[in-house]
T-cell receptor
Framework: AQSVAQPEDQVNVAEGNPLTVKCTYSVSGNPYLFWYVQYPNRGLQFLLKYITGDNLVKGSYGFEAEFNKSQTSFHLKKPSALVSDSALYFCAGGFQKLVFGTGTRLLVSP | EAGVTQFPSHSVIEKGQTVTLRCDPISGHDNLYWYRRVMGKEIKFLLHFVKESKQDESGMPNNRFLAERTGGTYSTLKVQPAELEDSGVYFC???????????????FGPGTRLTVT
């Protein structure tokens, strides 16, 4: 069975500091991994994906994620956080039937 | 390009009533998916259409849920009769069908918040 875990319910970071939102996965075969963001009263917005290739994946809004096969992780990162990055972030895995983590709320303080 | 749209945005119904949710995918996307998030829990897959055919309905919770995609365009998800535990946010997503049957990122609609009282 495939699973995705987000160990942190909430991450707090000051504006301008780097941020990391953690995700670990457990899949059989090649992992297809995604990050989505949900702003209040909005749907899920696609940020980035890992299918194959470079372990460092760059996505929208300056976000990137690092695929680490040995640690089965796919952490979301951004070098310098903005207050507007405050939202709910979901890690997901799967080919077509996506399996989601429970979500991590990111709060960026001014 | 218009995104995935869902209607209504919010529905409040009484236990035992029927509700129908609608999803319009991105034009040209053969794949259409339904997911739901019950309060405080993870987003869970319900089913997947390829055009008008149900590819995978393994996530449908029971036979009170009926999904259709006549003509391979928009889709409806009917809950009849609704129960209290059906409350949550129902998301629709669509994706392109690439060569070899592959498809990658799914684009989500804003969701329908269903409240059963």
């Amino acid at each position: 069975a495939q699973s995705v875990a987000q160990p942190e319910d909430q991450v707090n970071v000051a504006e301008g500091n780097p941020l990391t939102v953690k995700c670990t996965y457990s899949v059989s075969g090649n992992p297809y991994l995604f990050w989505y963001v949900q702003y209040p009263n909005r749907g899920l917005q696609f940020l980035l994906k890992y299918i194959t290739g470079d372990n460092l994946v760059k996505g929208s809004y300056g976000f990137e994620a690092e695929f680490n096969k040995s640690q089965t992780s796919f952490h979301l990162k951004k070098p310098s956080a903005l207050v507007s990055d405050s939202a709910l972030y979901f890690c997901a895995g799967g080919f077509q039937k996506l399996v989601f983590g429970t979500g991590t709320r990111l709060l960026v303080s001014p | 390009e218009a995104g995935v749209t869902q209607f209504p945005s919010h529905s409040v119904i009484e236990k035992g009533q029927t509700v129908t949710l609608r999803c319009d995918p991105i034009s040209g996307h053969d794949n259409l998916y339904w997911y739901r998030r019950v309060m405080g829990k993870e987003i869970k897959f319900l089913l997947h259409f390829v055009k008008e055919s149900k590819q995978d309905e393994s996530g449908m919770p029971n036979n009170r849920f009926l999904a259709e995609r006549t003509g391979g365009t928009y889709s409806t998800l009917k809950v009849q009769p609704a129960e209290l535990e059906d409350s949550g946010v129902y998301f629709c997503a669509s994706s392109q069908r690439l060569a070899g049957g592959l498809s990658y990122e799914q684009y989500f609609g804003p969701g329908t918040r269903l409240t059963v009282t």
